[in-house]
Structure formats: C-alpha cells, structure tokens
C-alpha cells in the first residue's frame, strides 16, 4: 500500500512569520527541521497502519527544504525544482491515499498563517468550478485525476475550517490556532508530531470511507491577480480568457492540463516587472 505525502511549512507548529520561509537564517533552519520532524511523524503513523511504501514530495517554495539526513529512511523523497506537478509531483494511481502535512489557508483568509494561494505576491484568489480553493483544494483535484483520496491535512485552525467544507471525510490536526496573519497559539512540535502520528494512522485505517476531491467536468478555473497587467499576461497564454480587469478564466476537461496552465500563469504573473 503506497501512501503520497505532499509537505509544506507555513501550516507547521510555530512557523508563524516569513523569516520562518525564507530559504536563509536561523529562523529557517529551526522551521525546516520542524518540518521534516513533522513528515516523519506522518511516515511513521502510516507505516505503523500498514502502508509499505511512502513518498514524500517537497512542497514548499523553492522545493528543496526537507532535510535528507533527518527524514526517516523507508521514505522517497521528491526534492527541487521545475516539476510538472510542482507540489503532487510523483503522484499516481498507485497511491491508496495523499497526506498534506504543514499546509496553510487560502489566499484572502482573515486570520489564516501566512495564508495565501501558491504566490502571495500575485494571487488575489482562485476558484475551480466556482469553488473558492487554495493548494489544497487544487492540489486535491490533482491528487481526484489519479482516484487518491486526500486522507490526512495538518495546518491551523483556518486551514482545518476550509478542509472541513471541501473534504469533510479526511482526518484533521490543527497545528496551532491563528491569531493574526503572523501570530497564533501553538502546540509544542512534540505534542503536534505525536497528533499527526496518531492521525496518520488512524487516516490509513480509515481509507475505506475516504472519497477523492469531486471533480465534475468540464473544470473551470478562474483566478484572480492583484494587478490587472498580470491578467493581461496570463491571458497571452492560448485557450485562456481575459474576462475582467484582473481575473482570468481556463475551461478544460483534462486537470493535467489545467495544472500546466495554472504553473504558466503564475510564472508569467512573477516576471511582470520584466514586461
């Protein structure tokens, strides 16, 4: 049984400022251990269910933050950058389930950490089929083109709100509870590593009741950018829309697809300042 763990840091226990992500300090090197200790206790609830093979898939901005030396050996680790599949690389069919461990809140969330949706610097919003959705929806529907249920989600209290409405079914740890953008109250890493050991393998035993992310097609997203010249960029890309002064629409009935496009429009939306 094959387990995908798809691992972020803005959604671990006591990451709460940007000097925490930033690929650089000390800040940075405290949270990135935080980070793997997390992945390891997500690993070792699911082997503990069972699971017989685990691969885990760097999910946090330039890609390569998990520690090698730390991260527990039976584990696979996908590591840098450019991917197709940029947070589910290494993904497919046959996977029994996906974890999120560290993840955040959408962009826009009131009090979520850190909360944004792939690039805070562009990304105002995004809705798929009219849902508004962050990583981990979008990364859900990537995770429901392969039949992978996404079991096991780990962040704040934000976050765990936002899973509730879109994967009611999967298991749930809050990591800490938000306060502000850049405060929350949090568990200590041990107490937050011990929970999402027990739910990783209570999410294994549980795989029987889980359901992939419905994907009803064709799949419309629509996304939002902050400045209405990374629309009109976006748009340069064929098939896609222009359809208001910063929002953009792609109508397709292939995710894959859909997920190519979406990495295009963010790349273009970064180099604006190129143009």
């Known amino acids: 049984m094959k387990i995908f763990i798809s691992v972020d840091i803005e959604g671990v226990a006591n990451v709460t400022h940007r000097d925490h992500t930033k690929l650089e300090g000390i800040e940075y090197e405290t949270a990135r251990r935080w980070m793997t200790e997390e992945a390891n206790a997500a690993i070792e609830g699911a082997l503990a269910a069972g699971a017989t093979e685990i691969v885990v898939t760097d999910s946090h901005g330039h890609l390569r933050n998990l520690l090698p030396d730390l991260l527990h050996p039976d584990a696979?680790?996908?590591?840098?950058?450019?991917?197709?599949?940029?947070?589910?690389?290494?993904?497919?069919?046959?996977?029994?389930?996906?974890?999120?461990?560290?993840?955040?809140?959408?962009?826009?969330?009131?009090?979520?950490?850190?909360?944004?949706?792939?690039?805070?610097?562009?990304?105002?919003?995004?809705?798929?089929?009219?849902?508004?959705?962050?990583?981990?929806?979008?990364?859900?529907?990537?995770?429901?083109?392969?039949?992978?249920?996404?079991?096991?989600?780990?962040g704040d209290d934000a976050l765990a709100a936002e899973i509730a409405a879109l994967l009611p079914w999967s298991e749930r740890v809050i990591t800490k509870w938000a306060l502000s953008t850049y405060a929350a109250k949090n568990l200590s890493p041990h107490h937050a590593q011990q929970r999402i050991r027990v739910a990783a393998q209570r999410a294994v035993e549980r795989l029987a009741?889980?359901?992939?992310?419905?994907?009803?097609?064709?799949?419309?997203?629509?996304?939002?950018?902050?400045?209405?010249?990374?629309?009109?960029?976006?748009?340069?890309?064929?098939?896609?829309?222009?359809?208001?002064?910063?929002?953009?629409?792609?109508?397709?009935?292939?995710?894959?697809?859909?997920?190519?496009?979406?990495?295009v429009m963010l790349n273009l939306s970064m180099n604006e300042r190129f143009v």
């Not at 919003?125 to 780990?154: C, D, M, Q, W, Y």
């Open 209 to 263: 009741e889980m359901q992939p992310y419905p994907l009803t097609k064709p799949l419309q997203l629509e996304v939002d950018f902050f400045r209405p010249v990374q629309a009109q960029l976006a748009a340069d890309i064929p098939g896609v829309e222009w359809i208001g002064g910063r929002t953009v629409r792609y109508t397709t009935s292939d995710m894959l697809e859909l997920t190519r496009v979406w990495r």
């Open 76 to 154: 696979l680790l996908v590591r840098g950058s450019p991917r197709a599949l940029c947070m589910m690389e290494g993904i497919d069919a046959s996977f029994a389930g996906a974890f999120f461990i560290g993840y955040h809140a959408r962009a826009g969330d009131a009090k979520g950490i850190l909360a944004h949706t792939f690039l805070g610097i562009s990304v105002y919003g995004v809705r798929l089929n009219g849902v508004e959705v962050g990583e981990s929806g979008l990364n859900a529907a990537i995770a429901a083109h392969f039949g992978v249920p996404i079991a096991l989600v780990t």
